[in-house]
């Protein structure tokens, strides 16, 4: 191995190189029984215990090769044997180890050998891969000896391989950085507000903080964020950029404005690779056939059909689903992991929050991996909270475990048999305590003062016995067993991490139905770490209000910036009506319907159009609807369904076009309440008949108790605040433009209270 005197021109992993270099034949994600990270983690320090006093875990290396700068840890070296190991653990037969797995484990040690020799001046050294049963504890060692020369030339011929590549990631991004210095704002002149957050967005960028931006719909937030952040990419050193979304039409209007940027302009693209990310289940091309070789065409060789694939990709520039799909397909490879692949050469990527914020995420593997100093611009993103907490919550099913007992194998049965008893024990010792609330089943429901630890033992040897008889017969793939499997593994990874964040509950609706949830109730703490990873953050919606609610309940770091962007929109474009007289608390409802059907049918006539009405629920929702219909026949008026799919929720809209008229109900919170956009006539105003308040209950009760103890505001941060930026979403669907005008009814005497009012816009004129 040869070093340079000039800097080196492109810095990697050793992972990334052998992943690069080393892999081949077919994609193969069948499941295997797997260590979970803390068994991986265990297993390494089990391996370490047992080598002598001079053993030196988690070895640090580098090297530099003809410009390319590695770097990476060796899992340990004993310098008195002069062996350097590479530990994996693994569960079941080892035989099974698909050949080209093995190849890159051996790929790795022998560049860490390399790395090694050269940074100690070796002659030679002992390559040892050390396989640890995690079920047995037994180690199986192969090993192999190697001069210092044979490793140098092993390694060149693995940089020489990525060299073309490595020198076409350099002009890629010199390029790239040349036309980002260079990149104009694409219109002639900023929207009032938008150079104000565009400008504190590269600030933020700059100082490596965290942004939070509250700004008004209309000023075009999408735009006045990406813009400066791809401005700060070559002057502040950032390697990636990731448009971070919480659903579709966000990453719409993500791709939207960097084809305004020039990223997709045939005749003169901005050299900037930008890559849509969509889930699995979407992007499968043969979603009844397993994910392997065997049975998928598009996995079989996989790898082997890789380097052109994704060559032609990065050619491409532009990879948003449609474009990411023909590339792939033209290759014979699967696009979904096409895309996985393409998201570490590409310089922009746009996908949900999930794909960083989520324990396994799969940008921020990538990031921690290779160093990168990412960027990340997070849209709507008042809706982080509940969704973190989705990501950091998990559930069991009785009935799943139920339905396993009547065929599970011989080896499974007796650890499902003593699971069940513990579930039945639990039941037994936890009297419900009325309804759980809106997430939960409609039944006896309570809070468990801790984790049952005798029913996550019989879990955890369940999930021994299951993985176990997976690894012994890799052809049994019942979707029961796995389904079993995945969701134990999932609650068992949670319970790990149990604590002051979380609670656990028991819901039960009949005989062998119930649910045992581990909720997630602050994911600050799953989520500090997150935002101090990144170089930078950029949270913005139009409502983020009050700032320490997403500080405190998300973690962000303590100096992170705040900014309010002014309302372009004027108060004489939106009416602000409160009716003060009336209740939609649920004792109230049946009375309310009455004074609601009148409300809604006076400002129809005063002014005929198209119309959103908010309710707290389906059946609030119902039974007004059924009165109004009765009473005004004549007006047309069309619901929200439960669990409308996507083609019944555009005939929803589809109602809201020129010429039309008549009113849409739905819920409050739900599909309707944000994300759409209705200009214009399409909709000239909404009634709100309802607080958005969460529904009292034991656990909302019990987020309340521990918000509380933790941030001292409670009732704020579990009812009112989540509730009244539900309230604004939907309030927001009326004003879209300049141009618009349009009326507000907000439908219950609270609106009146003071501490309700100052949660409301700025450039609202309340009465």
Same mark, same amino acid.
């Given at each position: 191995?040869?070093?340079?005197?000039?800097?080196?021109?492109?810095?990697?992993?050793?992972?990334?190189?052998?992943?690069?270099? /080393?892999?081949?034949?077919?994609?193969?994600?069948?499941?295997?029984?797997?260590?979970?990270?803390?068994?991986?983690?265990?297993?390494?320090?089990?391996?370490?215990?047992?080598?002598?006093?001079?053993?030196?875990?988690?070895?640090?290396?580098?090297?530099?090769?003809?410009?390319?700068?590695?770097?990476?840890?060796?899992?340990?070296?004993?310098?008195?044997?002069?062996?350097?190991?590479?530990?994996?653990?693994?569960?079941?037969?080892?035989?099974?180890?698909?050949?080209?797995?093995?190849?890159?484990?051996?790929?790795?040690?022998?560049?860490?050998?390399?790395?090694?020799?050269?940074?100690?001046?070796?002659?030679?050294?002992? $390559?040892?891969?050390?396989?640890?049963?995690? /079920?047995?504890?037994?180690?199986?060692?192969?090993?192999?000896?190697?001069?210092?020369?044979?490793?140098?030339?092993?390694?060149?011929?693995?940089?020489?391989?990525?060299?073309? #590549?490595?020198?076409?990631?350099?002009?890629?991004?010199?390029?790239?950085?040349?036309?980002?210095?260079?990149?104009?704002?694409?219109?002639?002149?900023?929207?009032?507000?938008?150079?104000?957050? !565009?400008?504190?967005?590269?600030?933020?960028?700059?100082?490596?903080?965290?942004?939070?931006?509250?700004?008004?719909?209309?000023?075009?937030?999408?735009?006045?964020?990406?813009?400066?952040? $791809?401005?700060?990419?070559?002057?502040?050193?950032?390697?990636?950029?990731?448009?971070?979304?919480?659903?579709?039409?966000?990453?719409?209007?993500?791709?939207?404005?960097?084809?305004?940027?020039?990223?997709?302009?045939?005749?003169?693209?901005?050299?900037?690779?930008?890559?849509?990310?969509?889930?699995?289940?979407?992007?499968?091309?043969?979603?009844?056939?397993?994910?392997?070789?065997?049975?998928?065409?598009?996995?079989?060789?996989?790898?082997?059909?890789?380097?052109?694939?994704?060559?032609?990709?990065?050619?491409?520039?532009?990879?948003?689903?449609?474009?990411?799909?023909?590339?792939?397909?033209?290759?014979?490879?699967?696009?979904?992991?096409?895309?996985?692949?393409?998201? %570490? #050469?590409?310089?922009?990527?746009?996908?949900?929050?999930?794909?960083?914020?989520?324990?396994?995420?799969?940008?921020?593997?990538?990031?921690?991996?290779?160093? #990168?100093?990412?960027?990340?611009?997070?849209?709507?993103?008042?809706?982080?909270?509940?969704?973190?907490?989705?990501?950091? =919550?998990?559930?069991?099913?009785?009935?799943?475990?139920?339905?396993?007992?009547?065929?599970?194998?011989?080896?499974?049965?007796?650890? *499902?048999?003593?699971?069940?008893?513990?579930?039945?024990?639990?039941?037994?010792?936890?009297?419900?305590?009325?309804?759980?609330?809106?997430?939960?089943?409609?039944?006896?429901?309570?809070?468990?003062?801790?984790?049952?630890?005798?029913?996550?033992?019989?879990?955890?040897?369940? @999930?021994?016995?299951?993985?176990?008889?997976?690894?012994?017969?890799?052809?049994?793939?019942?979707?029961?067993?796995?389904?079993?499997? +995945?969701?134990?593994?999932?609650?068992?990874?949670?319970?790990?991490?149990?604590?002051?964040?979380?609670?656990?509950?028991?819901?039960?609706?009949?005989?062998?139905?119930?649910?045992?949830?581990?909720?997630?109730?602050?994911?600050?703490?799953?989520?500090?770490?997150?935002?101090?990873?990144?170089?930078? @953050?950029?949270?913005?919606?139009?409502?983020?209000?009050?700032?320490?609610?997403? %500080?405190?309940?998300?973690?962000?770091?303590?100096?992170?910036?705040?900014?309010?962007?002014?309302?372009?929109?004027?108060?004489?474009?939106?009416?602000?009506?409160?009716?003060?007289?009336?209740?939609?608390?649920?004792?109230?409802?049946?009375? =309310?319907?009455?004074?609601?059907?009148?409300?809604?049918?006076?400002?129809?006539?005063?002014?005929?159009?198209?119309?959103?009405?908010?309710?707290?629920?389906?059946?609030?929702?119902?039974?007004?609807?059924?009165?109004?219909?009765? !009473?005004?026949?004549?007006?047309?008026?069309?619901?929200?369904?439960?669990?409308?799919?996507?083609?019944?929720?555009?005939?929803?809209?589809?109602?809201?076009?020129?010429?039309?008229?008549?009113?849409? +109900?739905?819920?409050?919170?739900?599909?309707?309440?944000?994300?759409?956009? *209705?200009?214009?006539?399409?909709?000239?105003?909404?009634?709100?008949?309802?607080?958005?308040?969460?529904?009292?209950?034991?656990?909302?009760?019990?987020?309340?108790?521990?918000?509380? !103890?933790?941030?001292?505001?409670?009732?704020?941060?579990?009812?009112?605040?989540?509730?009244?930026?539900?309230?604004?979403? !939907?309030?927001?669907?009326?004003?879209?433009?300049?141009?618009?005008?349009?009326?507000?009814?907000?439908?219950?005497?609270?609106?009146?209270?003071?501490?309700?009012?100052? $949660?409301?816009?700025?450039? #609202?004129?309340?009465?």
């Amino acid at each position: 191995m040869t070093s340079l005197p000039a800097a080196p021109r492109y810095r990697l992993a050793v992972r990334t190189l052998c992943d690069f270099t /080393a892999r081949e034949g077919d994609l193969d994600h069948r499941f295997t029984p797997a260590p979970t990270a803390r068994e991986g983690i265990a297993g390494h320090a089990r391996v370490a215990a047992r080598r002598g006093e001079s053993y030196q875990r988690e070895l640090p290396l580098c090297g530099t090769w003809e410009g390319l700068a590695l770097s990476g840890r060796a899992d340990g070296y004993d310098p008195v044997a002069n062996r350097l190991e590479e530990i994996k653990t693994y569960r079941g037969d080892l035989s099974r180890m698909a050949a080209n797995q093995r190849a890159l484990h051996w790929a790795q040690v022998r560049v860490y050998g390399a790395l090694l020799c050269a940074e100690r001046g070796l002659a030679t050294v002992t $390559l040892a891969l050390v396989y640890l049963d995690i /079920a047995s504890e037994q180690e199986t060692v192969l090993t192999e000896q190697a001069t210092a020369e044979e490793l140098a030339g092993y390694l060149a011929g693995l940089c020489r391989r990525f060299l073309a #590549w490595a020198e076409q990631e350099v002009r890629h991004q010199a390029g790239r950085d040349d036309a980002l210095e260079r990149l104009a704002f694409p219109h002639a002149a900023f929207r009032s507000g938008q150079r104000e957050l !565009a400008e504190s967005a590269y600030k933020a960028a700059a100082t490596g903080r965290c942004l939070l931006a509250q700004a008004p719909t209309g000023i075009g937030k999408t735009l006045a964020t990406l813009f400066p952040l $791809l401005k700060a990419m070559p002057r502040h050193k950032i390697d990636r950029v990731a448009f971070l979304t919480m659903k579709t039409p966000g990453r719409r209007l993500a791709l939207a404005a960097l084809q305004q940027l020039g990223a997709q302009d045939p005749a003169e693209r901005l050299p900037l690779r930008v890559l849509e990310l969509v889930a699995r289940t979407k992007a499968c091309e043969h979603p009844g056939r397993a994910c392997h070789g065997e049975a998928c065409p598009l996995a079989r060789g996989f790898y082997d059909k890789l380097p052109a694939a994704r060559q032609a990709a990065v050619a491409h520039g532009w990879l948003d689903r449609e474009a990411l799909r023909e590339v792939a397909l033209a290759h014979g490879v699967c696009p979904y992991y096409l895309g996985q692949e393409l998201a %570490r #050469w590409c310089d922009v990527v746009v996908g949900d929050v999930n794909h960083y914020f989520d324990a396994s995420a799969l940008l921020h593997g990538l990031a921690q991996a290779n160093g #990168w100093r990412l960027a990340l611009l997070v849209d709507e993103a008042h809706n982080l909270v509940e969704r973190a907490r989705g990501m950091y =919550s998990a559930e069991l099913l009785q009935r799943h475990f139920s339905r396993l007992q009547r065929h599970s194998p011989p080896a499974v049965a007796s650890p *499902l048999k003593r699971l069940i008893r513990q579930w039945q024990a639990l039941l037994r010792a936890e009297p419900g305590q009325g309804q759980g609330g809106s997430d939960a089943f409609e039944a006896d429901y309570c809070l468990l003062p801790g984790l049952p630890e005798k029913l996550i033992a019989a879990l955890q040897r369940l @999930v021994a016995a299951i993985t176990d008889h997976l690894a012994a017969h890799p052809a049994d793939a019942d979707p029961a067993l796995q389904e079993c499997l +995945f969701e134990a593994l999932a609650f068992l990874r949670l319970a790990e991490t149990f604590g002051e964040h979380s609670l656990v509950d028991l819901a039960r609706r009949g005989r062998g139905d119930s649910r045992l949830g581990l909720r997630n109730l602050v994911p600050a703490d799953f989520l500090a770490a997150r935002f101090a990873a990144a170089r930078c @953050v950029v949270l913005f919606s139009a409502t983020l209000a009050p700032p320490a609610y997403h %500080r405190d309940l998300l973690g962000l770091p303590p100096d992170t910036a705040w900014q309010s962007v002014a309302s372009p929109f004027q108060p004489e474009q939106l009416e602000v009506r409160l009716v003060t007289d009336l209740s939609t608390r649920l004792a109230d409802r049946s009375a =309310s319907h009455g004074r609601i059907v009148a409300e809604l049918a006076g400002q129809y006539a005063a002014r005929p159009g198209l119309y959103l009405a908010f309710f707290s629920s389906f059946a609030y929702l119902d039974s007004v609807l059924e009165r109004f219909r009765e !009473a005004h026949p004549a007006i047309p008026a069309w619901a929200q369904q439960r669990g409308m799919q996507e083609a019944e929720r555009d005939a929803f809209l589809a109602r809201f076009r020129l010429g039309e008229q008549g009113i849409g +109900f739905a819920v409050l919170g739900g599909a309707f309440g944000e994300g759409i956009d *209705l200009p214009g006539e399409r909709l000239i105003g909404a009634f709100i008949a309802t607080l958005g308040l969460p529904p009292f209950s034991p656990f909302q009760e019990a987020l309340r108790a521990r918000l509380d !103890a933790r941030f001292g505001r409670g009732y704020d941060y579990a009812y009112r605040i989540p509730g009244l930026v539900k309230v604004i979403q !939907a309030a927001g669907r009326v004003i879209r433009g300049p141009e618009d005008h349009g009326t507000l009814l907000l439908l219950d005497d609270r609106f009146a209270r003071r501490e309700n009012r100052a $949660l409301m816009p700025d450039w #609202w004129r309340l009465p």
